[in-house]
């Protein structure tokens, strides 16, 4: 990928992260990039084209974040992995987990199965564990780890810290 593509992308994403999709003109992201706004039209046709390509890497950022979470077998292992993730994440990834928030509002780019395998997985630990309810405790913890995500997003990573403790030992993982 070219430099210029690059940068359309990261102001693309910055920008869509931080102001909106709708928000967010060609002729801004043009003006982050240093570029003209006929490039961006070049090499992703529209807005939506840039948005489309975005959310292609996004696909394979989260299944590479998830993978040692999927294939880890000792479940009280995995249910650590999983509360461990949100607080893992580099700041410098923010703006890329900040549009994945707020793209889950819009219908077109909400997919409820992305979520799916790391749901599965809980419910394998809790069932392994002997929980009464592993589906529906495997659904809670995900809801926590949404909610904690979204709050390390809004409000920075020590806001959520106390809760990292607290779900390690609620689980005793």
């Known amino acids: 990928m070219t430099d210029k593509k690059e940068n359309i992308?990261?102001?693309?994403?910055?920008?869509?992260?931080?102001?909106?999709?709708?928000?967010?003109?060609?002729?801004?992201?043009?003006?982050?990039?240093?570029?003209?706004e006929g490039l961006i039209f070049r090499h992703f046709k529209n807005k939506k084209g840039l948005l489309d390509a975005l959310m292609e890497d996004a696909e394979a950022r989260?299944?590479?974040?998830?993978?040692?979470?999927?294939?880890?077998?000792?479940?009280?292992?995995?249910i650590r992995?999983?509360?461990?993730?949100?607080?893992?994440?580099?700041?410098?990834?923010?703006?890329?987990?900040?549009?994945q928030f707020i793209l889950k509002w819009q219908k077109e780019y909400n997919n409820p199965q992305k979520m799916k395998p790391l749901v599965d997985k809980l419910s394998w630990a809790f069932s392994e564990l002997k929980y009464e309810e592993p589906e529906e405790e495997a659904k809670l913890l995900n809801m926590l780890i949404d909610t904690i995500s979204s709050g390390?997003?809004?409000?920075?990573?020590?806001?959520?810290?106390p809760l990292k403790s607290f779900l390690l030992k609620k689980y005793g993982v």
Do not use: C, H, M
């Not at 390390?152 to 810290?161: A, K, M, P, Y």
């Open 81 to 99: 992995k999983i509360i461990l993730l949100p607080f893992s994440i580099d700041q410098a990834e923010y703006d890329f987990w900040r549009l």
């Open 9 to 36: 992308l990261s102001a693309a994403l910055e920008l869509f992260a931080n102001e909106g999709y709708n928000a967010t003109s060609t002729s801004s992201i043009a003006k982050k990039a240093g570029v003209s």
């Open 62 to 78: 989260i299944g590479k974040l998830l993978a040692p979470v999927i294939f880890e077998s000792d479940p009280k292992k995995a």
């Open 152 to 161: 390390i997003l809004r409000d920075g990573l020590e806001s959520q810290l």
